[in-house]
């Protein structure tokens, strides 16, 4: 059985039809990336499934409960949390204070305390971090607390915007390694990448966008063996 | 030929500052009217004072700035040379004003303020501006050269005999109405517009003594606090708390309606700019029609308790009081919900615009049935502690046989409890679930919506909530003055507020508590300068947000933030794994 379905969404920014009937579908415990130029709609589709933008046309279903009729702030209760593009880390607040945000769904004490520990086990640079204002941590540290704060709602579902934009290639493998862990732990990841050749190596399958259209999908290993992906995403002649 | 470098160069150029700033409150107008006060009678009025600390300050600044070289010659000459040039500047001033009428431009510059100026001689006195200047940017650059052990005493003995002198006529009417022992030491301490010579010279000594012992001492005093048992702690707490409790009860016995009314309406805007601060503070809507709420609580009050004409109904005051708070909650929500989607600038400007469109409707022609329109409310009665009937409903016209909050004396305990109720309530919010949300659409609203937060649920409450604290000020605003008109709802009321949020710190309870008390409450005790109320007040607020942008007492969150603003790099990256 699915976990997540997209059924022709048609999403618009005023009069700009950005996304012109997208369907995908993301089954239980899978990693599937969506991979696609600069304003190919990759951050629109997740947006869009979070509830942040509403499409006009389409379905989406989370285990075969409509999505849609949730405004934005309730779509996390249903178990997807998104770790927004750039980070979106509140600057000003500590680490902890963060975390905490990310459990605001969460309303058991003992459930908070529980996933502050798991985070810390995941991220132990947190822990080391966690009186620190999140302003000042290094961009890779940014990116794990914003990972860690979408995971303290205990999603099903992660939804993860860019997160390589930004860092050094030494980290960019340390956080797709925590992708993948988190994966293993039973979180079901969409995944949106300019850094194609990354993500396709921890997929199982990829979706490639274009002007707001999906023009093919497949598995991640078939996908980097593509020729056109090759040429277009991977910089390959 | 002068080198721009040298440090004569800039001691000259700070004194001509100073000179122009001496020159600028001459002309304003200032000086001579703070000449009829004395800082110590007989000897230094507050004119006199304010031009000797401007060419002290200016001699300071120059020693300090000098970084040619530090030696004690070169420190006294840059300082005596700056106070000499901004001396020079006011005598050049009093030599152009005798020669030329500068009134027909300048009404200030009259013969009496150079008179003032020169000490009765004349323009042949211009000499002793030289001399008084040159000596006061001396002491300044002896002041810089001092250790900064004796300069901290020194320099806050000085502020506080300046603060004592400018509201002596205050403690000396407090104390002379106590009679017997006090009044006699009234007499002996203050003069009539200032501190006596001995006051002074008693005051300096227990200052100084008190401020150099001081130091290092409270460190102490922690840390011996810190190792009391537990048992001991609280009872500590209990008795510094019932030490304040008792002189908030005794003060306005003590200190008369004046003092008493001040601190109602210092608490009145603190209850407002706690109210502002749920909304900026916590959730960062700023909100400059922030008074309509106050008005709202006002003439609630006022419509339903009034035996004048305008009064729909009779009942007391404590029956008006939550109706009132209810109905400025509900016009929270009405300025809430069209401004949902509304952020930042625009926001401002639509605030801006209810808060004008609520005290233009009160105040107008077409609303002058229900409202009096520019006539007002009149007759609005005291709250009254008596038996239950009157409780709820008033006879008109009422006799009160209970306690009866009559003037400012009594009003205080109402407005000082109700600042205080808020003040734990905004507290218990700002830990609260809901504080945390507002915290997060403060921070990113996106994102805070993306984390599971009510935008719409959460950002009315602000408002709502906000609301309800300044409809609870009005509704004690209503009954201080007996009588509403829509033109004490201005919008600098509105100003008022936000100012006292960001001089004291945005986010931060007692910093709005500590900004009230500073833009509120000293200006009010300072009637006597108040033709210069705003010049002082706009002279504050800058130099309040170039030296102390975060405010008097700032929230933990944006004291984190100055601590350590400089961001971790990515290049200690190996650790990371570990």
Redesign the interface.
């Known amino acids: 059985m699915s976990t997540l379905t997209i059924d022709n969404i048609h999403t618009y920014y005023g009069n700009i039809h950005a996304l012109r009937g997208i369907s995908l579908k993301i089954e239980k415990g899978e990693i599937v990336t969506l991979i696609g130029g600069n304003g190919a709609g990759k951050t629109t589709t997740l947006r869009t499934i979070?509830g942040?933008l509403k499409p006009r046309e389409g379905n989406i279903s989370l285990d075969g409960e409509d999505l849609l009729k949730y405004?934005?702030?309730?779509v996390?209760?249903k178990g997807v949390?998104?770790v927004?593009e750039g980070r979106?880390v509140?600057?000003?607040?500590?680490v902890l204070?963060n975390l905490?945000?990310?459990a605001?769904?969460r309303?058991s004490k003992e459930e908070l305390n529980h996933n502050l520990e798991k985070m810390f086990t995941l991220f132990?640079?947190l822990k080391e971090r966690r009186t620190?204002?999140a302003?000042?941590?290094?961009?890779?540290?940014q990116q794990m607390l914003a990972t860690g704060?979408a995971l303290m709602?205990n999603p099903t579902v992660l939804l993860m915007d860019e997160p390589s934009m930004g860092?050094?290639p030494?980290?960019v493998e340390?956080i797709f390694d925590i992708i993948k862990k988190i994966n293993e732990d039973g979180t079901t990841i969409l995944l949106v990448e300019q850094n194609a050749l990354m993500a396709l190596s921890i997929a199982n399958r990829g979706y490639v966008l274009q002007t707001g259209e999906i023009t093919l999908t497949d598995t991640a290993q078939n996908l980097k063996n593509n020729p056109m992906v090759q040429k277009a995403y991977l910089g390959m002649e | 030929m002068i080198n721009k470098n040298n440090f004569l160069w800039n001691a000259i150029k700070l004194g001509l500052l100073g000179g122009t700033i001496g020159i600028f409150f001459s002309l304003v107008g200032m000086i001579e009217v703070f000449s009829k006060r004395d800082v110590i009678e007989n000897v230094i009025t507050l004119g006199d004072f304010m031009l000797l600390a401007t060419a002290a300050i200016s001699g300071f600044i120059a020693t300090r700035s000098q970084t040619n070289s530090k030696t004690i010659t070169t420190n006294l000459v840059t300082g005596t040379l700056a106070g000499l040039t901004t001396g020079g500047l006011l005598a050049l001033f009093v030599w152009v004003g005798s020669q030329i009428n500068l009134r027909a431009v300048f009404l200030n510059a009259s013969p009496v303020l150079f008179d003032l100026l020169t000490y009765k001689k004349g323009a042949n006195g211009a000499w002793l501006l030289l001399e008084y200047g040159a000596l006061a940017g001396l002491i300044g650059s002896l002041l810089f050269g001092l250790p900064e052990k004796t300069r901290k005493p020194l320099t806050n003995t000085i502020l506080f005999l300046f603060g004592m002198a400018l509201f002596s006529g205050l403690f000396r009417v407090v104390m002379i109405n106590q009679e017997g022992g006090a009044a006699k030491l009234a007499k002996f301490l203050f003069g009539q517009t200032g501190l006596t010579l001995s006051g002074a010279f008693i005051f300096f000594i227990i200052v100084a003594a008190f401020t150099s012992l001081w130091s290092g001492q409270s460190k102490k005093i922690q840390g011996s606090y810190a190792r009391l048992p537990k048992k001991g702690q609280i009872t500590v707490r209990v008795i510094l708390i019932a030490v304040l409790a008792f002189i908030a009860i005794a003060l306005p016995q003590i200190s008369g309606p004046f003092i008493a009314q001040v601190i109602v309406v210092v608490c009145l805007y603190a209850m407002m700019g706690l109210g502002l601060n749920i909304t900026l503070g916590f959730a960062g809507l700023l909100d400059l029609g922030f008074v309509a709420f106050f008005a709202v609580g006002a003439y609630t009050v006022g419509l339903l308790t009034s035996y004048g004409p305008f009064g729909l109904e009779h009942i007391s005051f404590w029956a008006a009081v939550p109706i009132a708070v209810l109905a400025s909650m509900l016009f929270g929500a009405i300025l809430g919900l069209p401004v949902l989607g509304v952020r930042g600038d625009y926001l401002a400007i639509a605030t801006l615009g209810f808060g004008e469109i609520i005290r233009l409707l009160a105040g107008s022609d077409f609303l002058a049935k229900y409202f009096g329109g520019p006539q007002g409310i009149i007759g609005i009665q005291k709250p009254c502690l008596g038996t239950l009937e009157q409780f709820v409903k008033i006879d008109v016209p009422r006799v009160c046989d209970g306690l009866e909050f009559a003037g400012p004396k009594e009003i205080y305990y109402l407005a000082l409890a109700s600042a205080i109720l808020i003040a734990f309530i905004a507290w218990r919010l700002q830990s609260s679930r809901l504080g945390r949300a507002w915290m997060a659409i403060r921070e990113d609203e996106d994102v805070a919506e993306a984390l599971g937060i009510n935008l719409i649920q959460t950002k009315l409450l602000a408002y709502v909530l906000g609301a309800a604290f300044a409809g609870l000020g009005g509704a004690i605003f209503t009954v201080l003055v007996g009588s509403i008109f829509a033109s004490s709802m201005q919008l600098n009321v509105s100003i008022n507020v936000v100012a006292i949020i960001i001089v004291g710190g945005m986010g931060s309870i007692p910093g709005v508590i500590l900004g009230a008390i500073a833009l509120i409450g000293l200006p009010e005790l300072l009637r006597e300068v108040s033709e210069f109320r705003y010049l002082l007040y706009g002279i504050t607020l800058i130099i309040m947000m170039l030296a102390k942008p975060e405010g008097l007492w700032p929230s933990q969150t944006i004291l984190r933030e100055l601590k350590h603003n400089e961001i971790m790099p990515d290049t200690e990256s190996p650790n990371i794994k570990a």
């Open positions: 979070s942040l405004p934005a702030h309730e996390v209760y949390s998104m927004p979106g509140f600057a000003r607040l500590t204070e905490e945000m990310g605001f769904s309303k132990p640079r620190q204002t302003g000042t941590l290094s961009g890779g540290e704060r709602a860092l050094a030494v980290l340390l």
